[in-house]
């Protein structure tokens, strides 16, 4: 996350005005505004197999799954993010009649790299346990084929379990489940650099 150059914090309408008809994504925190970085190979093709295997699995349920284009909120008006994937079951809620903001996802998936993995384990995951309908957050790395998923129980503790290759994940928020061998179809794996 790369902060953008603004000389004051932004309301959150002009944000929104100003992130509607921008050619890039940003992410909204406290009045400031974030640019979102591209991604690298290993992270697309993790996406896009989450998608595709979600789309599949979802057909005959009353789900719909959306890419990194949906941003997400906390409430109205706080925070805007932009998960790599979500999962709404039931009637999507929206901020607006725009339909570019959703307020009710039940599932949230985090593809992790370098650059954007202390943020996804840290402030965007404080971000989504806030909101209500979360049952549970997905984070799957793109240096090995590892899938952590944080489950949220009815006391509101989270629960986490990691599963590598060979396994499959349940997701409760919307009742399928996965093969993480299928998450990282075609995936060449990326190395990390080591921190100094």
Known sequence: MVAAAFPRK??????L???????????FWDGEIFAMA???????????????????????????VY?????????YKEKYVYPDVSVVC???????????????????????SASTEAYDRGKKFELYRAIESVKEY??????????????????????????GPGTTVALVGCGVTLA?????????????AEAP
């Open 38 to 64: 591209g991604a690298r190979e290993a992270h697309n093709l993790v996406v896009a197999n989450l998608v595709g295997e979600l789309r599949q699995a979802l057909r005959t349920k009353p789900c719909r």
């Open 17 to 27: 005005a100003l992130e509607r008809t921008s050619e890039t994504k940003h992410e």
């Open 90 to 112: 039931g009637e999507p809620r929206f901020e607006s009649d725009a339909k570019d903001t959703m307020l009710n996802p039940s599932s949230i998936i985090e593809v992790l």
């Open 138 to 163: 997905v984070l799957a790395a793109t240096d090995e084929a590892r899938v952590e998923h944080f489950v949220r129980g009815d006391d509101g503790s989270w629960t986490l379990r990691v599963y």
């Open 67 to 75: 890419p990194s284009d949906m941003r997400v909120a906390k409430g």
């Open 10 to 15: 932004l309301t959150a309408d002009e944000y």
């Open 180 to 192: 993480v061998d299928e998450l990282y179809l075609k995936v060449a794996f990326e190395v990390q």
